[in-house]
């Protein structure tokens, strides 16, 4: 537990002294808030921007709050979380190909304890982006489009949390896995691409952790999905078998820190 | 055309302003980039948003 | 007492260390001596725990964790360039369980001791070659280990962080017991103490350096002359096999071989100038070299 702790500070103090703290919340705040305003003057960008014939009207669909928090979430899902991952993907793998991993490894640590550190660390920057960004999306919703429920609105934050908890778990888990290229690749492909191919694909199955982000939002509209609590327990067990993976795999590959 | 409203639009121009200057100061008080200084100046500058999380990512040298 | 036995390291077919016996005793210290590539480097890491070695092991006398006790400066000790010296060695302290409350202080004495008082506040990003291996030196002592491990600790320095550093051993061999590898034979013949010489992942002598010395080593008479031409003619007229290096002629002492006695009276004789008579012993690389045989 210690040694979790002093991990966990030395982690810490690297996020915020490479501004991690700074620009990922405000580019989660950005995306948040980029929907709901460009949807809001969406028919002045069109007039401005498109050569429209003269007389013709655009009718623009009449956007309910949910609408909008859906835009925002599928902006964290893409742009969002490949930053997110990136970043997630070389916590393990940079520093053994760097060297620092070394004079950490030569001392009695617990790999567990390491695992764990880096796993708060990026779940905690990638949370505190999500609930700033969800609550500038919802800021603005709100003046523009009409209130949401606040308990239902956190409802759905927080089930986003989940998502963040599994996704930087998958993330971390490669990281210690493979060296920084091919942990990169491999997670944008088991969390953005994924995303993209459940989207296209996804329908002919209900229950799947890269649903939880969607299933997250409908908690707004406050209907009975027979699937969420399934999809809720799954990404957490899942989250729980990449952690484990990722300690084994950080343990396995620690003789490939550079000496 | 309906006049905008700038104390909406604001917060997006004052965020992308932190991410701009932030990342300036950085570059210049950093001691060394993965590949050179002002290209990267140049990418911060000229691309909106997506510039300086570029530079945070892929611009700081981490050893 | 630290006991290592029939250390092995195997990648493939190809042996990096083969079956490593020796013991260290407290308070001595003690050089890995070998070329690159020897298996110096995977040797320390399979002792601080670092790679687990294909067979063998290393134990020390009533400590359950190794790595616990151990102290260890890799060749090129690499930090993270966002924490301050003090941070770090800090950090590595209480990664090591030594109380919070006395981290910050030992880590302030040791950083005081390697000579980086003024640079404890510094960003490490900012550190030259020579402030990153006193750093190194900090990190590896700051928890009071009771073995020391350094690999090549000066080689990578120019001339006068060497100088430096190698002050800074020779007080820690005071203290601790030291073990540490170097190819620049001359430091280890500087810090004195025990020698292993590894060659092809195998120890092939060790021993003291008096000890080697006296097994070893083979004792010349070096005469010097003024011209070359001199120092060809004598050789040509000694009685006893010489070798001739520009001016200097080189005797081999050996059973039938002169005393100094000897070599004087034939000296004496002769119409030409000798600017030198000397009793030379061989380097400790003419050792190492004649102990792995080439």
């Known amino acids: 537990m210690r040694t979790f702790t002093i991990l966990l500070q030395k982690e810490f103090r690297e996020s915020w002294r490479s501004f991690k703290f700074l620009w990922m919340p405000l580019l989660f705040i950005f995306l948040g808030i980029s929907d709901p305003l460009t ?63 070394t004079l950490i490894y030569v001392r009695p640590i617990s790999f567990m304890a390491l695992f764990m550190s880096k796993w708060t660390a990026a779940s905690a920057l990638g949370m ?92 707004i509209a406050e209907t009975n999905n027979e699937y969420y609590l399934k999809t809720l327990l799954l990404t957490i067990i899942l989250t729980v078998l990449a952690i484990i993976l990722g300690i084994l795999f950080t343990r396995k590959n620690a003789a490939a820190t550079k000496i | 055309m309906a006049a905008i409203n700038w104390a909406l639009i604001a917060p997006l121009l004052v965020i992308q302003a932190i991410l701009l200057i932030v990342a300036l100061i950085d570059l210049i008080r950093i001691h060394a980039t993965n590949g050179p200084k002002w290209v990267w100046a140049i990418v911060i500058i000229l691309v909106n948003i997506i510039g300086p999380i570029v530079y945070f990512i892929f611009g700081r040298k981490t050893s | 007492m630290i006991t290592v036995e029939h250390l092995s390291k195997v990648y493939g077919t190809e042996k990096a260390v083969a079956d490593l016996s020796f013991t260290l005793e407290a308070g001595t210290s003690t050089a890995l ?44 000790p690499h930090f993270y360039p966002w924490l301050t010296a003090l941070e770090f060695t800090e ?23 390697v000579g980086l008082k003024n640079d ?63 190819h620049i034979l001359n430091d280890a013949e500087e810090m004195t103490g025990q020698l292993l010489f590894l060659q092809k992942g195998r120890l092939v002598e060790q021993g003291s350096l008096k000890d080697i010395r006296a097994k070893f080593d083979s004792f010349r008479y070096k005469v010097q002359f003024s011209s070359k031409g001199e120092a060809l003619h004598f050789a040509s007229q000694s009685p006893w096999p010489t070798a001739v290096e520009d001016c200097d002629v080189f005797i081999e002492i050996n059973e039938n071989v002169p005393t100094m006695q000897q070599l004087m009276s034939q000296l004496i004789g002769l119409p030409f ?17 004649k102990v792995v045989g080439q």
Not at chain 1, 51 to 69: K, Q
């Open chain 3, 273 to 289: 100038s000798i600017e030198k008579v000397e009793r030379v012993t061989m380097t400790l690389e003419e050792i190492f070299m």
């Open chain 3, 91 to 113: 950090m590595a302290a209480k990664l090591n369980g030594v109380p919070s409350r006395h981290a910050k202080k030992q880590a302030e004495s040791v950083l005081d001791f």
């Open chain 1, 39 to 101: 949807n809001y003057y969406m028919e002045d960008i069109l007039n401005a921007v498109g050569n429209l014939p003269e007389g013709f009207s655009v009718t623009l669909p009449e956007y309910a709050p949910i609408d909008i928090l859906k835009a925002s979430t599928g902006q964290f899902q893409s742009l969002g979380l490949i930053v997110l991952v990136i970043t997630v993907a070389g916590m393990i793998n940079r520093e053994r190909q760097s060297g620092t991993a």
């Open chain 1, 128 to 219: 505190i982006s999500a609930i700033l960004g969800y609550a500038g999306s919802l800021y603005y919703t709100s003046i523009l489009y009409g209130s949401v429920k606040f308990i239902v609105f956190m409802e759905m934050v927080m089930s986003y949390c989940v998502w963040i908890l599994f996704a930087s778990a998958v993330a971390l888990m490669f990281s210690a896995m493979f060296k920084t290229a091919l942990a990169t690749a491999c997670t944008i492909i088991a969390l953005p691409v994924a995303i993209m191919i459940e989207s296209l694909i996804g329908q002919y199955w209900h229950i799947s952790p890269w649903k939880l982000a969607d299933y997250s939002v409908q908690l």
């Open chain 3, 33 to 76: 001596i070998g070329p690159n590539g020897a298996g110096k480097t995977t040797a320390l890491s399979m002792l601080t725990g670092l790679l687990k070695p294909t067979n063998g092991s290393v134990r020390m006398e009533n400590v359950q964790d190794i790595r616990r006790e151990i102290g260890f400066l890799p060749q090129y």
């Open chain 3, 120 to 182: 404890k506040f510094k960003k490490t990003a900012a550190f030259s070659g020579g402030m990153k291996q006193r750093l190194g030196i900090a990190q590896a002592i700051v928890h009071k280990p009771k073995l020391l491990v350094l690999d090549e600790p000066v080689s990578a320095l120019d001339p006068v962080g060497r100088r430096e550093m190698m002050i800074l051993l020779k007080q820690l061999q005071q203290q601790s017991t030291i073990l540490y590898s170097t």
